[in-house]
């Protein structure tokens, strides 16, 4: 059974891998025109997420490409002394098994895992698809697959391809995040340092294995901004404009964004989809149920959900027409309660008030203090989906299926 899958960043990769090793026969197109080895941003794998990448056999060197930052240093606006917070014990409270890796590191481990058992075709996009699986390449070329896969994220081509305009499904959340690559001048190791302000946060991190930094920014403004996600220049410019003038490292920062090799920016907006299954098309991670970047775990969701979808495919045969609503129906409960704890986390991540910049730094100095174990009671008895993903339960596939080897 022949399965095309459309992205391969992170949901797409996992997909193919248990595609694979339930015996499918799966194609990944990317767009760029190889795989993107810049490092990215910081993504979480929370529990659920790391047992699937146990299982496929590449915890190790996932667990070698961890960023290692263990420290923030917190500067606020109104000049008072940094916060120093020590990362390890938020991190704990929300999940007893949680890893930050830069993404674009994630998806280079998934790809070596799979590039030997699934063709990838970079440089390429889909053009169109029909109801009976006839797919059109931008590249002028042609294919027939059984079943078509849009991993391809927030902006999904294969989403608007065969569902619609994606305004029709976005919804906005109230803010915005941008990332840089940039020089490591603050000699950044196992340490974030960064800065909030009434309706902005901007911090620099790195990783241990890395020689150059992410500068992040986090911040909100009462209407949503007028420009193209593809629109580099336009965004660097409501960037300035919303930063400049600030203080800290926040000058030098955005001096460096002219120059950076990578940048990245979006708003952080939620999908929501009555259905990600439309006849022999689905989707799965950002393309279907994005609940809200740098907010709502969509990578661990995207690893969870890719697995499930496979999952589904094999326990039923390849029928799509019974696998797809049975995937909707296992993620479904994990998609809304991400959704829901993403619109309080967009709230509550980038202060609001001086009394929320106030309470920011109370919080973090409360935390420092408390033993590891009260932390994660406390979290635990009140938090409101905090530990959300570590409340996932994963099914055993390949056991039912009696797969314990790739084909």
């Known amino acids: 059974m022949k399965v095309l899958v459309s992205g391969a960043s992170v949901a797409g990769p996992v997909l193919a891998y248990w595609l694979r090793r339930y015996g ?29 990448v146990e299982r496929m ?48 590191d994630l998806s280079e481990i998934l790809y070596e895992a799979t590039r030997h058992d699934v063709d ?16 059109a390449f931008d590249s002028g070329r042609t294919g027939a697959y059984d079943l078509v896969v849009g991993a391809d994220g927030l902006h999904s081509n294969v989403r608007r391809l065969v ?40 911090a620099l991190y790195s990783a241990v294995h890395m020689d150059d930094a992410r500068a992040g920014f986090l911040f909100r403004t009462p209407e949503p901004l007028d420009y193209h996600h593809r629109d580099v220049a336009r965004q660097k410019e409501l960037l300035r404009e919303r930063f400049g003038g600030l203080g800290w490292q926040v000058p030098r920062i955005l001096e460096e964004i002219d120059r950076a090799p990578a940048f990245y920016m979006d708003s952080i907006t939620q999908l929501r989809l009555d259905t990600w299954s439309r006849g022999r098309v689905t989707l ?51 998609v809304r309660r991400s959704r829901a704890f993403a619109v309080r ?56 299926q009696g797969t314990t080897s790739r084909p």
């Open 24 to 52: 499918f026969e799966v194609t990944v197109v990317e767009r760029a025109p190889a795989l993107r080895k810049a490092g990215g941003h910081a993504v979480d794998l929370f529990r659920p997420a790391m047992d699937i």
């Open 57 to 104: 056999g590449v915890l190790e060197p996932v667990l070698a490409a961890k960023t290692g930052t263990q420290w923030l240093t917190l500067h606020t606006e109104d000049g008072g002394r940094p916060v120093e917070l020590e990362l390890r014990r938020v991190m704990a409270a929300v999940s007893d098994r949680h890893v930050e890796i830069m993404r674009d």
């Open 120 to 135: 990838y075709v970079f440089g390429d996009s889909i053009a169109s698809v029909s109801d009976d699986g006839e797919v």
């Open 163 to 202: 569902f619609g305009p994606e305004s029709r499904f976005t919804t906005w959340i109230g803010a915005y995040l941008a990332v840089a690559t940039v020089p490591d001048f603050l000699g950044l190791d196992d340490r974030m340092e960064g800065m909030a302000g009434v309706g902005w946060m901007a």
């Open 284 to 334: 799965v991670g950002d393309a279907g149920y994005c609940p809200g970047p740098a907010v709502g775990g969509s990578t661990s969701l995207a690893v969870v959900g890719a697995y499930v979808l496979a999952g589904e495919l094999a326990a039923h045969g390849g029928d799509h027409t019974r696998a797809f609503p049975a995937y909707e129906a296992e993620l479904g409960e994990y």
């Open 345 to 400: 986390a967009a709230r509550g991540i980038v202060p609001g008030s001086r009394f929320d910049l106030w309470a920011l730094t109370r919080g973090a100095r409360l935390v420092n203090r408390l033993p590891v174990a009260l932390t994660r009671a406390a979290v635990k008895a009140g938090s409101k989906g905090v530990r959300l993903h570590d409340s996932i339960r994963l099914k055993d596939y390949a056991a039912r």
